[in-house]
């Protein structure tokens, strides 16, 4: 049987405003085996289609800047955050800030997840799309229930 698993990504850069909560919206599937991504209907999320355990997470890049901090974090159903990654921006204001968060967790049929950025640089930084690492979210099945 195959697996049942999802990845999703975005290929153009997304804003991130200052102090301000933004979910990653998302273009691109690039295997979807379970039916858990509707880019069209609802592109911010991947839709548990069936309940158990899975792995679950996002790789994500900032534009450069330095000031602030830069966070992730996997949201459950638009409300319940299951992981949490964050760092300070990087002494170099050229590199991107590039980052990943992973957890795993039990959810049931028709549970959602969302990848949601926040910043302090005091100015609007990008999501910066790369290649094929960033920005990220997926979800693999691990058992079944």
Known sequence: MPATACRIRRTTDQSVLDNTDT???FDTEDFDQGNM???VAQPTRITIATAGIYMVGGNYAFSGNLTGDRVGKLLLNGTT???HADTRA???AAN???L???T???FAAGDYI???LAQSSTVTLQASAQANYANVLWAILLEDG
């Open 37 to 39: 991504a509707d880019l």
């Open 100 to 102: 990943h968060i992973v």
């Open 114 to 116: 969302e990848l949601v």
């Open 104 to 106: 795993i967790y039990k």
């Open 90 to 92: 990087l002494s170099i």
């Open 81 to 83: 955050i299951i992981a």
């Open 23 to 25: 979910t990653i919206s």
């Open 96 to 98: 991107l800030v590039k």
